[in-house]
């Protein structure tokens, strides 16, 4: 009980997981100046990247990478990963996907030669703090609560506008949440106090 006590008292597990802070802004100079080309922009699903990334996209004409989708989506690599579940355990595939994944992310970072915004949560997982920390960052302060609430608010918006794509806004929230505390937030944690301490 006490060690419960302890960690639901922790202040950034109470911050991040109820209430929202200020976005982080890590070397954002560097990269408005040129100095930086990727400017990384990540945080928990549902935590307002996209809207943010997009934005700063627009309102420096640069281009924009949604990370995530670019990966999982434009190269393929969720059909790798179904080819794969056919011949290795589940501990073999995630290994394989991850060292793969890790390698295209980090020679498209290497590759790019103009300012450009790359938007996603699935970085946190793919690459260290101290890479992370090579280029310039922006961390959304958004709790794992308010992201909820964002998650279902964008589901309510998508069903009306695309009735034919019509998905349950509560089973949106759900997995999101779940996603968030499951597999981003030591991630996310972990890369929130190593920023705010360079």
């Known amino acids: 009980m006490k060690i419960i006590n302890e960690y639901l008292h922790n202040s950034f597990i109470k911050e991040s997981l109820i209430f929202p802070s200020d976005?982080?802004?890590y070397k954002f100079d560097d990269w408005k100046s040129g100095k930086n080309k990727v400017l990384l922009v990540t945080g928990y699903a549902g935590s307002g990247k996209t809207s943010l990334a997009e934005?700063?996209?627009t309102q420096y004409k640069v281009p924009y990478i949604e990370l995530d989708t670019d990966v999982r989506v434009v190269q393929g690599f969720d059909n790798l990963k179904k080819d794969l579940e056919k011949k290795y355990s589940k501990d073999e595939v995630d290994k394989i996907l991850h060292d793969k994944i890790r390698k295209y992310v980090l020679d498209k970072l290497k590759n790019i030669k103009t300012r450009t915004v790359l938007e996603g949560?699935?970085?946190m997982t793919?690459?260290?703090p101290q890479e992370i920390s090579n280029y310039s960052v922006i961390m959304t302060g958004s709790s794992i609560t308010k992201s909820a609430i964002q998650t279902a608010k964008r589901r309510i918006e998508v069903?009306?506008?695309y009735p034919d794509y019509y998905y349950p806004w509560y089973k949106a929230v759900y997995f999101d949440t779940k996603f968030n505390i499951m597999e981003l937030f030591n991630f996310y944690r972990r890369l929130w106090k190593?920023?705010?301490k360079k």
């Open 23 to 25: 976005d982080l802004y």
């Open 55 to 57: 934005k700063i996209s």
């Open 121 to 123: 949560c699935f970085m």
């Open 126 to 128: 793919w690459l260290t």
């Open 159 to 161: 069903n009306k506008k």
């Open 194 to 196: 190593y920023l705010k």
